[in-house]
Structures are given as C-alpha cells and as structure tokens.
Nanobody, 122 residues
Framework: HVKLVESGGGLVQPGGSLRLSCEIIGITPAQYTIAWFRQAPGKQREGVSYTSARVHTAYYRDSVKGRFTISRDSEEDMVYLQMNNLRPEDTGVYYC???????????????WGQGTQVTVSS
C-alpha cells in the first residue's frame, strides 16, 4: 500500500522560511520522480518542483527558482522542499506526488499525499 505523508506547513510572515517533508511509504523513492504541487484558493493546482527518478535531477518553476530547494534523504525515504524568502503568492495547499514514469510537472502522477497548508501573511 503506497502512502505519501506531507508535513511542515504553517503560517509564516513574508520573507520567512518553511521546510516541507514528504514521507514515502510502500515504494522505493529512488526509482520514482517525486514532485511538489500547490493549489491556492480559487486557482488550479500547479507544479512547483520535482526531483527525477534515478538520476535525481531537480527542476523548479520560474517563480520559485533561487528560493526553493528540493532534496531527497534516501536512507529515510523522505523528500523535502526547503522554502526561503516566502511570498504571499506562495500560499496554498502543498502536495507531494510520485510516479515511476513522470519526467516533468505536466505528466500524470500516480500517487498523491493529502497536502499541507502553507500560509504566507503578515
């Protein structure tokens, strides 16, 4: 049974930082592309970042480049999203997703977590 569990969300002021965690259960994460998506109220879900299967290349949407960093801890089967210099427009529910065939943020992902809320506000 595959399960992805996000944590680390919260309320933070503009310019602040958060680290999101995704615990991956039931698959071998190294063989999967792991991605972070977000959905703001009233908006469509959008891809934020991914780390590719096997070679673990990182990709970021333009609006988060230089501020967000995706990383893996293979021993703990965890994927993290370090978010620095947060902006109000980063607010949303952040989801972790995994897929063995995905090579971009626009592919279909088989496995999804329940999400964690990130709110950036003063």
């Amino acid at each position: 049974h595959v399960k992805l569990v996000e944590s680390g969300g919260g309320l933070v002021q503009p310019g602040g930082s958060l680290r999101l965690s995704c615990e991956i259960i039931g698959i071998t994460p190294a063989q999967y592309t792991i991605a972070w998506f977000r959905q703001a109220p009233g908006k469509q879900r959008e891809g934020v970042s991914y780390t590719s299967a096997r070679v673990h290349t990182a990709y970021y949407r333009d609006s988060v480049k230089g501020r967000f960093t995706i990383s893996r801890d293979s021993e703990e089967d965890m994927v993290y999203l370090q978010m620095n210099n947060l902006r109000p427009e980063d607010t949303g529910v952040y989801y972790c997703a995994a897929d063995v065939r995905a090579t971009s943020l626009w592919d279909e992902y088989d496995y999804w977590g329940q999400g964690t809320q990130v709110t950036v506000s003063s």
